[in-house]
């Protein structure tokens, strides 16, 4: 287990002024670990990252609502999420980690709590893909909410699960552009697939975030505006936007005023901005 590095605490006012009611669909809180503790599985431990500061960037950034995605560091204990989506009056919902084990009224209380979505991580240096079995049996028992299933892979697990995406029967959300790397170039075979399932599904979304991750080039990470663009163009109604605040487990800690830079990169249509920032999360979350 690891320590990772706080997120950037001198966060500058971004250029791009995001319209009323943007929203990041992507970001996390981190304890306070006295208050809320880490899982003992955790692959990681971060350092605290609570509800306060989450709101203090968002006031610099511009942004007013938000997604908070339960990380995997907290395990299957949802109680840090849902607490800040208490707090927040009604400008945050939640992705939650689930176990198979958990009843159908702490499901029922997981969604009367702001709960839109459940998420699986593929991803290998965070213990690679879950028991598939308790995956489908954890999608079967939320099937009756409006949530969906959030999943978060490496690039070349778009290929080799795409059986497993094809049979999930609810909306389904893919992390940070499939974690495709840059350097690779959009006609890498994973991206590829990406984009067309995109075109082909009308059920399939995908968050254009994540740019410090895959970037080849590093800050102000804008050589990943293009793979935003793509999928934007397959999907301009199913494409969502976040930071991943406060960025664990990245190998260049970024200021997020640079995230939200890009999104006139990506994005320099007033009206497709309008669209990926506000009215497609509004929609997918119930804002």
Same mark, same amino acid.
């Given at each position: 287990?690891?320590?990772i ?9 971004p250029?791009f /002024?995001?319209?009323p009611?943007?929203c ?10 006295d ?7 955790r /692959? ?14 968002? =006031?610099?950034l511009?942004?007013?609502r938000a ?9 299957t ?6 607490? =800040? ?16 084990e ?22 290998k240096h965070?213990g690679?893909?879950?028991d ?15 949530w969906?299933?959030e999943?978060?892979?490496d690039? /070349?697990?778009l290929?080799e699960?795409?059986?497993v ?5 609810l ?17 890498? =075979? ?10 082909d599904?009308?059920?399939?979304w ?6 410090e991750?895959?970037?080849? /080039? ?11 663009? =793509? ?12 930071t ?11 200021n997020?005023?640079?995230l ?22 509004a ?5």
């Amino acid at each position: 287990m690891h320590t990772i590095d706080p997120p950037d605490p001198n966060t500058r006012v971004p250029s791009f /002024k995001p319209p009323p009611g943007a929203c990041d669909t992507h970001c996390h809180v981190f304890g306070p670990g006295d208050v809320f503790p880490f899982a003992a599985t955790r /692959k990681y431990t971060p350092p605290d990252a609570p509800k306060e500061n989450l709101r203090k960037l968002h =006031a610099v950034l511009g942004i007013e609502r938000a997604v908070i995605v339960q990380a995997s560091c907290h395990g299957t204990d949802n109680r840090a999420m849902l607490d =800040a989506i208490a707090s927040s009056s009604g400008r945050y919902r939640g992705v939650c980690n689930a176990s198979d084990e958990f009843s159908s009224d702490y499901f029922q209380e997981l969604h009367d709590g702001g709960i839109r979505g459940v998420r699986f991580n593929f991803v290998k240096h965070l213990g690679g893909a879950p028991d598939l079995d308790k995956m489908r049996r954890i999608i079967e028992r939320v099937s009756d909410f409006p949530w969906h299933v959030e999943l978060h892979f490496d690039a /070349k697990d778009l290929l080799e699960f795409e059986s497993v995406i094809d049979a999930i029967p609810l909306p389904v959300v893919i992390d940070h552009m499939g974690r495709v790397p840059v350097a690779d170039g959009v006609q890498q =075979a994973p991206f590829q697939s990406l984009l067309d399932k995109l075109r082909d599904s009308d059920s399939l979304w995908v968050k254009v975030s994540g740019s410090e991750r895959i970037s080849a /080039k590093g800050p102000p990470f804008t050589d990943a505006a293009p793979f935003g663009a =793509a999928c934007i163009e397959a999907a301009p109604d199913r494409c969502i936007w976040g930071t991943d605040w406060p960025h664990p487990n990245v190998r260049i800690m970024p200021n997020d005023a640079d995230l939200v830079d890009i999104i006139p990169k990506m994005i320099p249509d007033p009206d497709l901005q309008q669209k990926v920032l506000v009215d497609n999360p509004a929609k997918l979350f119930g804002f």
